[in-house]
């Protein structure tokens, strides 16, 4: 069985005080899986994300462990184990493709490996060379995308990873989330059920900032998950 590579206890998070989005959130991520997060609207999701990614301060865990070490999102050691691609980023404008990539394998401290394969299966040759303001929502998710394959991190978090793809890059998409368990461990939300059904190890299912149901492999079945949802019109 994969060893536990990140273990988190009691999160709680939030935006203001009045309004917790994250309550009493625990669960581990094991090497080597995928891990595909489903909720609604609201559930908490994206927040999730960015309490993962060291983007919101504004959050207490009575434990936070990484390969069994204690840590903290924000700390350099955890940063250079992860990436994450998230649902909107805008960031970097005025990069090119190639500008980006090399900016991010120069931040790993990593060279730069071939990464045709990846433009080619995203097809993404055309663009390249285009600046990231300049690109349509769907080729400036591929950038991330790109990216982040290519830099295998230990810890691969993908915020609605989906949204903007064109059909062929999804199905690609798809490909590597289930071949990423080589590398490392991905941890991806979603509220495209096609996309958790056909990808995922291990289903979390998010309502209210709360993990209310969790599906191993061999239970994951689009009609339970549509019923622990509550919404068997969702999706």
Known sequence: MSS????????????????????????????????????LNGAGKTTFMKVLSGLLPTYH????????????????G??????????????????????????????????VPDVSGLVKGFHFEDYAD???????????KKVFLITAFALKPALLFLDEPVNGLDFQSTEYLYKQIAGYKE?????????????ITLTSDRVLVLEEGQIRQTFERGQIDAAKIREALGDEDAF
């Open 78 to 111: 955890l940063r250079a184990m992860r990436y994450t691609v998230f649902a909107e980023d805008c960031s970097f404008g005025y990069f090119t493709f190639w500008e980006y990539l090399t900016y991010v394998f120069a931040s790993y401290r990593q060279k």
């Open 130 to 140: 285009v600046l990231l303001r300049d690109l349509s929502t769907g080729n400036c």
């Open 183 to 195: 590398y490392g461990m991905v941890l991806f939300s979603s509220h495209i059920l096609e996309s």
């Open 4 to 39: 536990t590579l990140l273990e988190i206890r009691g999160l709680n998070a939030w935006y203001s005080r009045k309004k917790q989005i994250l309550s009493d959130f625990s669960l581990e991520l094991a090497e080597h899986e995928a891990v595909g997060l489903i909720g």
């Open 61 to 76: 865990a009575e434990a936070v462990r990484f390969q069994g070490r204690p840590v903290t999102f924000r700390e350099k």
